[in-house]
């Protein structure tokens, strides 16, 4: 195989693939897709054949991170609507890899990265197999909100408090905890978001993605979500949090994300048709999605503000990111965020 990329330890990996599979010839490449936990596509014969998932590195503790965790949700959603890759294994074993990784089946079809992505689906008439493809992710975002967590074996995962609450601590909290900026504006938005907090008890609650967009899913040629990603945020509380988020993605300023999101020009339905069409679906009553809108531009900044922290100790992998330019706009993110929660 060639040079093994930052984070795959194919001294160690190398014959753990062997002894389970009886593979011993593979190629490493880091995937082009995330900033956080680091995923790569392993090769045989040319052909993507797996994919495995861990940890970035430096990386000391904390749910976010939590790829075994991200594993056991993915495993647990096998049969039920939501589409998922197929878990082979969740390993946790020092003498394999010093952080623990999940290791999957390459699932077929392409990420949304960039215009040339959405290009892709156009082998019907017009716009209208984009537009079937942009309301096939609404209707995935509802098949998640419909996941019976006790069937799936997921209630363990509720926790006391609704889910905005316990995320504006948190993430507030590693922003504390690892930024290496002076950035108020951080806990200025926090603290109007916590002081116009919608009542939860109003809300529907399920399993929320939490980082759920159009690069997070990985499509057939017709536009069919062949499958959901990235679970590394996955909580149980106020449903409604991914749909403002989801919202959000369509209106964040290019410059300021590292995501690529379609417009309504290019046949990707307006903001208003994907909360009605999420409503019809899901059977959910929507209400304050303007306030979810501005917490999920928050969180992006906060994000971001995590990224630029990562690139600037080289815990980022080998992913190619200049850190000045992936750290600007935290503070227009948040600015943004609070004209939002104004207007809402």
């Known amino acids: ?58 990386h000391t503790g904390g749910s976010a991170h939590n790829v075994s965790r991200e594993g056991r949700i993915m495993a ?21 890899l010093d952080v623990p990784f999940v290791f999957m089946d390459h699932c077929p079809g392409f990420a949304m990265n960039a215009a ?6 156009s082998d019907g008439p017009g716009l209208d197999d984009k537009r079937a493809c942009a309301f096939g992710m609404v209707d995935t975002l509802a098949a998640i909100h419909h996941v ?6 997921l209630g363990d995962l509720r926790r006391d ?8 601590r948190r993430w507030l909290g ?17 603290d109007a978001l916590a002081q116009r907090m919608p009542d939860p008890a109003g809300s529907p609650v399920g399993l929320a993605h939490g980082d759920f967009k159009p690069n997070n899913m990985i499509f057939a040629p017709d536009g069919a979500v062949n499958a959901v990603v990235d679970w590394e945020l996955t909580a149980v509380g106020e449903v409604l949090t991914d749909l403002g988020y989801f919202v959000a993605m369509l209106t964040v300023p290019q410059e300021y994300t590292s995501i690529w999101v379609p417009t309504p020009d290019q046949g990707f339905p307006e903001s208003a048709e994907i909360i009605d069409r999420y409503q019809k679906v899901s059977g959910h009553e929507v209400h304050d999605v303007g306030y979810y809108e501005a917490f999920a531009m928050w969180k992006l900044a906060c994000i971001r503000e995590g990224v630029y922290t990562r690139l600037v100790t080289g815990k980022m992998g080998d992913l190619d990111l200049d850190p000045e330019t992936a750290g600007a706009g935290v503070e227009d993110l948040a600015r943004q965020a609070l004209t939002i929660l104004e207007k809402s």
């Open 161 to 168: 408090g609704g889910l905005i609450e316990r995320q504006l």
């Open 174 to 190: 590693q922003v504390e905890a690892i930024s290496m900026r002076d950035t108020p504006v951080i806990h200025e938005v926090h």
């Open 148 to 153: 019976n967590i006790d069937e799936v074996g």
């Open 76 to 96: 647990a959603l096998k049969d039920s609507p939501v589409p998922v890759p197929h878990v082979i294994d969740i390993v946790d074993d020092s003498e394999i």
């Open 1 to 58: 195989m060639t040079t093994a990329p930052a984070g795959f330890d194919a001294e160690t990996i190398g014959p753990w693939i062997e002894n389970r599979f009886g593979v011993t010839d593979f190629d490493v490449q880091v995937m082009s897709v995330g900033r956080s936990n680091l995923t790569f596509t392993i090769t045989v014969g040319g052909q993507p054949r797996w994919v495995l998932r861990r940890p970035p590195l430096g």
């Open 116 to 121: 040339t992505d959405w290009a892709r689906i």
